[in-house]
Nanobody, 115 residues
């Protein structure tokens, strides 16, 4: 069982930065692929970024050049640094862990960007 808790969301203005954090339980965090997704009401959940256990990062088109995913295996933490935020980045952001076999989701955290 993997439990995930996101933090760091909030209300910011366009052009600002935020860093989301994801605290994960589990003895073998280093083996998890960590993901960030986001969702706007009425739309499908959108892939934002992921980082493999080996540290390789992948980004969705909306995140490329502005967002950076990272992880601290010693602290069982994953992060999403978001720069130059835009109004269209407003969404509920989810952290997800993939230890293989199934994906575990956090409860989500709201990010609101005012223009």
């Amino acid at each position: 069982q993997v439990q995930l808790v996101e933090s760091g969301g909030g209300l910011v203005q366009a052009g600002d930065s935020l860093r989301l954090s994801c605290a994960a339980s589990g003895r073998i965090f280093t083996s998890y692929t960590m993901h960030w997704f986001r969702q706007v009401p009425g739309k499908e959940r959108e892939f934002v970024a992921s980082m493999s256990s080996g540290g390789t990062a992948y980004y969705g088109d909306s995140a490329k050049g502005r967002f950076t995913i990272s992880r601290d295996n010693a602290k069982n933490m994953a992060y999403l640094q978001m720069n130059n935020l835009k109004a269209e980045d407003t969404a509920l952001y989810y952290c997800a862990a993939d230890p293989g076999g199934r994906i575990y989701w956090g409860q989500g955290i709201q990010v609101t960007v005012s223009s």
